[in-house]
């Protein structure tokens, strides 16, 4: 049997983050998270491109036109989406995931979804770079596992 592992290191990757502005106060700390992240594993500042974007429901349109570019060599969505008194949020991360995952497939690239999905606020705080971590910084090491990984196939 072979077995394919990769090295955690993000020397010579490209990298497209595109980031939700809406809850920014969120979604900063989940951008900051994963630049540090790409950065103490070895990427260059100037390998690494954001596209900030008014909402969560925006992301895969930008995903997909960064997969499509053929300038990177993986996506990282970041966002944070907040359960109200609606199914609104349910909705938008169902879409939206699905959005992610079909263009990660079309384009042969990966598209990383680092979207916190909370029921509330203090979750949400939680999963942005307090007592749960940072999916931010989370959503990067898998960016840095999946580009490594692409290229060993």
């Known amino acids: 049997m072979k077995e394919i592992s990769v090295k955690l290191t993000a020397e010579g990757i490209k990298f497209g983050i595109i980031v939700s502005r809406f809850n920014d106060f969120l979604t900063k ?7 540090d992240c790409l950065i103490r594993h070895g990427a260059d500042d100037k390998n690494i491109t954001a596209a900030w974007v008014p909402g969560a429901n925006e992301t895969p349109m930008v995903a ?3 997969a499509q570019s053929g300038k990177y060599d993986v996506v990282i969505v970041l966002g944070a989406v907040i359960q109200g ?3 609104h949020a349910g909705l938008i991360i169902t879409q939206v995931s699905k959005s992610l995952a079909r263009t990660s497939i079309e384009r042969n690239i990966p598209v990383i979804n680092g979207l916190v999905c909370a029921d509330n606020l203090e979750q949400a705080i939680e999963r942005s770079g307090t007592k749960s971590g940072n999916k931010g910084w989370a959503a990067a090491q898998t960016a840095i596992e999946m580009a490594n ?3 060993e196939i």
């Open 29 to 35: 700390q989940l951008m900051e998270g994963a630049k």
């Open 85 to 87: 008194a609606t199914k």
């Open 64 to 66: 997909d036109k960064m």
């Open 149 to 151: 990984l692409y290229k």
